[in-house]
Nanobody, 117 residues
């Protein structure tokens, strides 16, 4: 099992910045993908950014140039730096991890990010 615990959400004004962290614990051997998803009210959950084993990174178009995903392998922490935040970034942000063998997805409980005046 893998446990993922997010932190760092909150309320921020448009144009502001916020950083999220995800601490991974448990049996993290074999995790090949980690990333961030978000779920806004009335919308489907969508991928925000993922980082693959080997350090390939993908971002959804809506956050390119504003968000940066990174990880600290020594401490098993995943980060998401969010800049130039917009009201449409408001959502619950979830940390995600995937193990290839056996094929297993892990999710954190989520952290709320609200972008508003």
């Amino acid at each position: 099992q893998v446990q993922l615990v997010e932190s760092g959400g909150g309320l921020v004004r448009p144009g502001g910045s916020l950083g999220l962290s995800c601490a991974a614990s448990g049996n993290i051997f074999g995790i090949d993908v980690m990333g961030w998803y978000r779920h806004a009210p009335g919308k489907q959950r969508e991928v925000v950014a993922v980082i693959f084993h080997g350090d390939t990174i993908n971002y959804t178009d809506a956050v390119k140039g504003r968000f940066t995903i990174s990880r600290d392998d020594a401490n098993n922490v995943l980060y998401l730096e969010m800049n130039s935040l917009k009201p449409e970034d408001t959502a619950v942000y979830y940390c995600y991890a995937h193990r290839r063998t056996p094929n297993t997805n892990y999710w954190g409980r989520g952290t709320q990010v609200t972008v508003s005046l």
